[in-house]
């Protein structure tokens, strides 16, 4: 045994006898959570967020008022004061929205033709990265996790910004729009450095056409021969649009308000957002849903026997197949009830899709699923609130048909989520002068050394 592997045994040992020591002296009993009117996850017992803060920018709907009682609702997205669906069934056949709303969010207001066309061409012309940055930076260290790789890629453009700890709002925005830009570039080379010095694959590098949009730009950077359909274009345009901005509450963005109201830059602000939305219990959940499927089509003959799929399911939920955690993923919501918005419209651009890759049948095993999950659930567990599917059921299913490969997944979510973290960030900056502190009350033991 050589001495570096005898000192990583040595250290894992170590380390797992300081965890027995961790685990006794940082425990807390559950009472005192409820004793003291302590919110777990800045959530109440009935799951809803505790108000923390104030926004313009989106607004999520799951409930209204009627007749003074709380009456679960089918869920509702607005951006900067227009309905999610109306913005997408407001674009033309042969549209691609991303930039154009991605303007709304950031500004607060629809675009007119002139500053629609002003902002794709800076975001058309921001699309490009430091020379030689994709082979000294991206290339050098390859890495499964593409949103690493993407992190440390945007704390190192920071050293190229001779401004980069101007915390000034044009600057700020100037930042922003560049990450913006930037982000399907960090994203897709990543991925094809991993490709190719992980997985042997083939090495190519496209540059982007800044006459193409988001959506374009990324099919057409990951494919070797750079076509793309119009329906695979739509398809991607509308799933960006779709993750872009859900709130201030959620994991990421309520980080990206944290660190921006300590006074940090752009780039740390972008950074720590990052790295929260990895986490599978945020952005990664489409990975999850993808990875449960495979394990029903393993175990599920007939995707058209619903007797089959019911009992399946009822296994998952009982914890005698796939994870043994009892959750059927992609069903259900933190804030959505009866329905999510973003299920209900991305669902017929999956069935577009289908139709054209000839994938009904995997489609109808989801539409079953869909059916069947919600009983299944309920009929296991006391649900408070409706169970429905949400983005993320059918996200994982539409990027697998877009030849997307699950490594670029949350990466995927990330180039449409930042657009929403900018949003907040100068909202943040122009709204709020005050570092965000919740409390903590201490339930530690004084001891003496006496």
């Given at each position: 045994?050589?001495?570096?592997?005898?000192n990583?045994?040595?250290?894992?040992?170590?380390?797992?006898?300081?965890e027995?020591?961790?685990?006794?002296?940082?425990?807390?009993?559950?009472?005192?959570?409820?004793?003291?009117?302590?919110?777990?996850?800045l959530?109440?017992?009935n799951?809803?967020?505790v108000?923390t803060?104030?926004?313009?920018?989106?607004?999520?709907?799951?409930?209204?008022?009627?007749?003074?009682?709380?009456?679960?609702?089918?869920?509702?997205?607005?951006?900067?004061?227009?309905?999610?669906?109306?913005?997408?069934?407001?674009?033309?056949?042969?549209?691609?929205g991303?930039?154009?709303?991605?303007?709304?969010l950031?500004?607060?207001?629809?675009?007119?033709?002139?500053?629609?066309?002003?902002?794709?061409?800076?975001?058309g012309e921001c699309?490009?990265?430091?020379?030689?940055?994709?082979?000294?930076?991206i290339?050098?260290?390859?890495?499964e996790?593409?949103?690493?790789?993407m992190?440390?890629?945007?704390?190192?453009?920071?050293?190229?910004?001779?401004?980069?700890?101007?915390?000034?709002?044009?600057?700020?925005?100037?930042?922003?729009?560049?990450?913006?830009?930037?982000?399907?570039?960090?994203?897709?080379?990543?991925?094809?450095?991993?490709?190719?010095y992980?997985k042997?694959g083939?090495?190519?590098?496209?540059?982007?056409?800044?006459?193409?949009?988001?959506?374009?730009?990324?099919l057409?950077?990951?494919?070797?021969?750079?076509?793309?359909?119009?329906?695979?274009?739509?398809?991607?345009d509308?799933?960006?649009?779709?993750?872009?901005?859900?709130?201030?509450?959620?994991?990421?963005?309520?980080?990206?308000r944290?660190?921006?109201s300590?006074g940090?830059?752009?780039?740390?602000?972008?950074?720590?957002?990052?790295?929260?939305?990895?986490?599978?219990?945020?952005?990664?959940?489409?990975?999850?849903?993808?990875?449960?499927?495979?394990?029903?089509?393993?175990?599920?003959?007939?995707?058209?026997d619903k007797?089959?799929?019911?009992?399946?399911?009822?296994?998952?939920?009982?914890?005698?197949?796939?994870?043994?955690?009892?959750?059927?993923?992609?069903?259900?919501?933190?804030?959505?009830?009866?329905?999510?918005?973003r299920?209900?419209v991305?669902?017929?651009y999956?069935?577009?899709?289908?139709?054209?890759?000839?994938?009904?049948?995997?489609?109808?095993?989801?539409?079953?699923?869909e059916?069947?999950?919600?009983?299944i659930?309920?009929g296991?567990?006391?649900i408070m609130?409706?169970?429905?599917?949400?983005?993320?059921?059918?996200?994982?299913?539409?990027?697998?048909?877009?030849?997307?490969?699950?490594?670029?997944?949350?990466?995927?979510?990330?180039?449409?989520?930042?657009v929403?973290?900018?949003?907040?960030r100068?909202?943040?900056?122009?709204?709020?002068?005050?570092?965000?502190?919740?409390?903590?009350?201490?339930?530690?033991?004084?001891?003496?050394?006496?």
């Amino acid at each position: 045994m050589d001495v570096e592997q005898m000192n990583l045994e040595q250290m894992n040992e170590y380390v797992m006898e300081l965890e027995k020591i961790c685990s006794e002296n940082d425990s807390i009993s559950p009472r005192l959570f409820e004793e003291y009117g302590v919110n777990c996850g800045l959530r109440d017992e009935n799951g809803k967020g505790v108000l923390t803060g104030l926004t313009n920018i989106s607004k999520i709907v799951s409930s209204k008022i009627v007749n003074n009682q709380k009456v679960l609702c089918d869920g509702e997205l607005w951006y900067r004061g227009y309905r999610v669906e109306e913005l997408i069934n407001h674009l033309g056949k042969h549209e691609y929205g991303f930039e154009k709303i991605a303007y709304l969010l950031l500004m607060g207001e629809m675009p007119d033709k002139q500053q629609e066309a002003e902002f794709r061409q800076m975001i058309g012309e921001c699309r490009t990265l430091p020379t030689n940055f994709t082979r000294d930076v991206i290339m050098k260290a390859p890495s499964e996790d593409v949103m690493n790789t993407m992190t440390r890629s945007i704390l190192t453009l920071a050293s190229y910004d001779k401004k980069a700890k101007d915390t000034g709002i044009s600057n700020s925005l100037r930042q922003c729009i560049r990450l913006i830009s930037e982000f399907p570039l960090l994203a897709v080379y990543a991925y094809n450095a991993y490709n190719h010095y992980e997985k042997d694959g083939s090495m190519f590098i496209h540059h982007p056409d800044k006459n193409l949009s988001t959506a374009e730009n990324i099919l057409m950077m990951l494919r070797p021969d750079k076509k793309y359909t119009d329906t695979e274009a739509k398809v991607l345009d509308t799933a960006l649009i779709l993750h872009m901005e859900h709130g201030g509450g959620n994991n990421s963005t309520f980080t990206t308000r944290v660190v921006t109201s300590s006074g940090s830059d752009t780039y740390s602000t972008i950074a720590a957002a990052m790295c929260s939305l990895k986490g599978p219990k945020h952005g990664g959940a489409n990975i999850k849903v993808m990875d449960m499927m495979a394990d029903i089509r393993a175990h599920v003959k007939d995707y058209a026997d619903k007797d089959e799929i019911a009992a399946y399911l009822q296994k998952i939920v009982d914890k005698e197949a796939f994870d043994h955690k009892g959750l059927i993923y992609g069903m259900g919501h933190a804030v959505y009830s009866l329905s999510d918005p973003r299920e209900r419209v991305f669902k017929e651009y999956v069935r577009n899709l289908a139709e054209e890759k000839q994938r009904q049948r995997d489609l109808q095993l989801y539409e079953n699923i869909e059916e069947l999950a919600p009983g299944i659930i309920a009929g296991k567990r006391n649900i408070m609130k409706g169970v429905s599917p949400n983005v993320d059921f059918y996200s994982g299913f539409a990027y697998d048909m877009l030849g997307i490969p699950v490594e670029l997944y949350t990466a995927m979510f990330a180039v449409a989520r930042i657009v929403g973290w900018s949003a907040h960030r100068i909202e943040e900056l122009i709204c709020t002068d005050k570092i965000i502190r919740p409390a903590y009350m201490s339930v530690m033991e004084e001891k003496s050394l006496d």
